[in-house]
């Protein structure tokens, strides 16, 4: 995969707590450890009971993607489930794929979006990742719950060769935005490559941020992404840094292009604001 794709897609109103129990993108997703985002999730042995679940290099293939649904983590088409083996409930029990049983106290799950976190329900203990090992073949684990702690940290997404049209229920635009650009797209999808391949969230129209949060659309520097360009004069100058951990680009110029008003004091652009 290369650089980074980052969608944005807001909600229309806070999302009550007891619906946190999946993740806010919608659909089959990917499960990544914090330490690498080119590690995922995988079935090992395919859709077979007692399949090993491990870390392996992210393909984006069915033995990688989960759905959350009706409290299970579930693959290939809902028929298999994320299981707890033998539902042994101590730390260092390793996790495997089941056939999925409603009701099942095995194969129930909660997925805390505001901490990252998949919780065994009910049972104090959470998804690790064992020894905090990213080796290919590397069996996960339940280990109790440490809120904070990296080995229990999963990011869920899509991966950026096979986004979805959208990836949340009343998002205003998309995320598979194809090549080429447009003034008017609604792409809400950013690419952060180098210093002089990256896009930005800004207004669709002449608007203070914080009023229209969630229809913030994608403009990008190349016009080979599907979204809005920057006009020319945008930019003054450009900062980029890129660690293990993050990527952060400042600068200075004239915003007003890309519909940001004088004097904006700008807005809250994620999924655990009150707008998304």
């Not at 990917?30 to 690498?36: K, V, W």
């Not at 997925?111 to 090992?133: A, E, I, Q, R, V």
Request: negative net charge; hydrophobic residues 30%; proline residues 5%.
């Amino acid at each position: 995969m290369s650089g980074i794709a980052l969608l944005v897609a807001l909600a229309a109103s806070i999302v009550p707590s007891t619906l946190a129990q999946t993740p806010t993108y919608q659909g089959a997703l990917t499960l990544s450890p914090i330490a690498s985002n080119a590690k995922c999730l995988s079935s090992q042995n395919g859709n077979a009971n007692g399949s090993p679940i491990v870390i392996a290099d992210c393909t984006g293939g069915t033995d990688q993607l989960f759905t959350f649904q009706n409290g299970q983590v579930t693959m290939y088409g809902g028929t298999m489930c994320l299981d707890v083996t033998e539902g042994v409930n101590a730390d260092g029990t390793k996790l495997q794929l089941w056939q999925c049983y409603a009701g099942s106290a095995n194969q129930a799950w909660y997925y805390n979006f505001w901490d990252n976190s998949l919780s065994w329900t009910n049972k104090g203990k959470c998804l690790d990742l064992t020894d905090w090992s990213l080796a290919n073949g590397n069996r996960v684990q339940i280990w109790s719950c440490n809120p904070g702690h990296p080995n229990q940290f999963w990011n869920v997404g899509y991966m950026a060769s096979n986004l979805p049209a959208q990836s949340q229920n009343g998002q205003t635009g998309t995320n598979n935005c194809g090549t080429g650009s447009s003034a008017s797209s609604q792409c809400q999808t950013l690419w952060l490559n180098s210093y002089d391949d990256f896009c930005l969230f800004g207004p669709p129209r002449n608007a203070v941020i914080g009023d229209i949060e969630r229809e913030a659309v994608a403009y990008c520097t190349k016009g080979t992404h599907g979204t809005r360009v920057f006009p020319p004069g945008t930019f003054k100058g450009v900062h980029w840094v890129k660690t293990p951990d993050y990527v952060q680009i400042t600068g200075q110029g004239d915003f007003t292009k890309i519909n940001i008003p004088n004097g904006d004091s700008g807005g809250e652009l994620d999924n655990h604001g009150a707008d998304g």
